[in-house]
Structure formats: C-alpha cells, structure tokens
C-alpha cells in the first residue's frame, strides 16, 4: 500500500512537471510573437523640445535609453534631474563632463 502511494506520488509529480515545462514553452512563444508587433522605440516618433541645453541632451543621453524614456518622466525639480543626471553619470558610467551635466540638468528642469 505504502509503496503504491509513493509510486503515485512520483507520477503525479513528473506530470504536473511536464505540464509547467510545456505551458512554460508557450508563454515564451506568445511574449515573442507579441513583441514582434511592438514598433521599434527609436521609431517611435517624439517631439524634443529645443532650447538650451537641448542639443547637450541629445547628445548624451539616447547612448543607453530613448530620449523618449526620460521625456516621458513627470515635470522633476531641478534638485531632482541633477540627482538623475548624477546617476547616470556615477552608477551606469555616462560619459558626460560636469560642464555639459549642467546644461542638461537646466534643459530639462526648465522643459
Ligand atoms: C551609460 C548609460 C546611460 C546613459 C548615457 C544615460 N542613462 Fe539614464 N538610465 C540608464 C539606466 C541603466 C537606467 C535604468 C535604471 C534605473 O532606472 O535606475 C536609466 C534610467 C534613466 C531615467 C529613469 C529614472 C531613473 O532615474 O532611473 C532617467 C530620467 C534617465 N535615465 C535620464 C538620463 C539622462 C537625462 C541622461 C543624460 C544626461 C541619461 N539618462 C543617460 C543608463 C544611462
């Protein structure tokens, strides 16, 4: 009786195993396909507002991420770009001059 029980178990267990790998399988397959119709971001048409600072920001910080993903952040205090453009240039490495990091902290507090 006790072996039985085991044996089942052992079944039980390899097939709700089978059936994740398989569901697993498919979900993968959808997000492809999915993406597949999403339009390329850089395609994606954006208006950059001008003005000072504007071609600084152009510039420098499309290398990693859109310019469309920091346009698209809410209205920040200037305290708080400077804060972002800092991070950008200590944490992820931007290679962008104190100078220029400047002018681009006024561009986009003042945008
Ligand atoms: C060396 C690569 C790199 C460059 C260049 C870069 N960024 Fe980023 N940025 C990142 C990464 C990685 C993230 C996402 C991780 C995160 O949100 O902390 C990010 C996220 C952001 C975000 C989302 C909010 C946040 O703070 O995480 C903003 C806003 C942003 N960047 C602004 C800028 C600006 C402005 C510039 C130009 C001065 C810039 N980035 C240049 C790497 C970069």
Redesign the pocket.
Known sequence: MKITTNYLIVLLVIAVACSCGDSNQQQASSIVSASKNLPDANHVPLDIPGGPGSAE?IA??????TAR??LM?PKLSRKA?E???D???H??????DSLT?IK?VDY?AAR
């Open positions: 920001f420098n910080c499309q290398t990693c991420h993903y920091v952040q770009w804060k972002s453009v991070k950008m240039i944490v992820y490495g931007a290679a962008i990091a681009i986009l």
